[in-house]
Antibody, heavy 117, light 112 residues
């Protein structure tokens, strides 16, 4: 069974940093593109970033480019999202997802990030 | 960026009746390999979104066959042949052809 478990969220002040983790199991992690998708409170879904199988190719939404970094540790089956210079508008539930030819085939339960002073 | 526009934004359906949701993309998400990189997701209350349809018309594993998707150019449709109470939630379309991947605004399905 595919499982994606996010951790590392919480309350942070504007301008601060957080690192999200996503522990993957139930599939061959190193064989799949992985993504982060977020959802602001009461809002729709927003794609944030993706990373290829070996970590050599990354893409970001313009809203996070230059502030967020996606990376992975295939030996530990873990995906990360380093978030710096956080803003109020980054407040959201963050989901780790596994790719299926562009589709978000599997989703974690989500982790809440709150940016507030 | 490819803009995804859903309609309607809400609908109320009696159990057993059909339902249909449309999504239009500003550019066709047709991949060179011949598949539409276009998906439908359902987010039930209090849950993570789940994949319903990928490549425009392929049901994801475990999705009941009352759900179907169709695709033509920039127009996409999700149909539920007979709505059940468990189908309530917000439905999103998404294109995965080019980054940034983009979602529709969401369509809230309520059960009468």
């Amino acid at each position: 069974e595919v499982q994606l478990v996010e951790s590392g969220g919480g309350l942070v002040q504007p301008g601060g940093s957080l690192r999200l983790s996503c522990a993957a199991s139930g599939f061959t992690f190193k064989s799949y593109w992985m993504h982060w998708v977020r959802q602001g409170p009461g809002k729709g879904l927003e794609w944030v970033s993706r990373l290829n199988e070996d970590g050599s190719t990354t893409n970001y939404a313009d809203s996070v480019k230059g502030r967020f970094t996606i990376y992975r540790d295939n030996a530990k089956n873990t995906l990360f999202l380093q978030m710096n210079s956080l803003r109020d508008e980054d407040t959201a539930m963050y989901y780790c997802t596994r790719d299926l030819a562009g589709a978000q085939a599997y989703w974690g339960q989500g982790i809440l990030v709150t940016v507030s002073s | 960026d490819i803009v995804m526009t859903q309609s309607p934004l809400s609908l109320s359906v009696t159990p057993g009746e059909p339902a249909s949701i449309s999504c239009r993309s500003s550019q066709s998400p047709l991949h060179s390999q011949g598949n539409y990189f276009f998906d439908w997701y359902l987010q039930k209350p209090g849950q993570s979104p789940q994949l319903l349809i990928y490549w425009g018309s392929n049901r994801a594993s475990g999705v009941p066959d009352r759900f179907s998707g169709s695709a033509s150019g920039t127009d996409f449709t999700l149909k539920i042949s007979r709505v059940e109470a468990e189908d309530l939630g917000i439905y999103y379309c998404m294109q995965g052809l080019q980054t940034p991947y983009t979602f529709g605004q969401g369509t809230k399905l309520e059960i009468k």
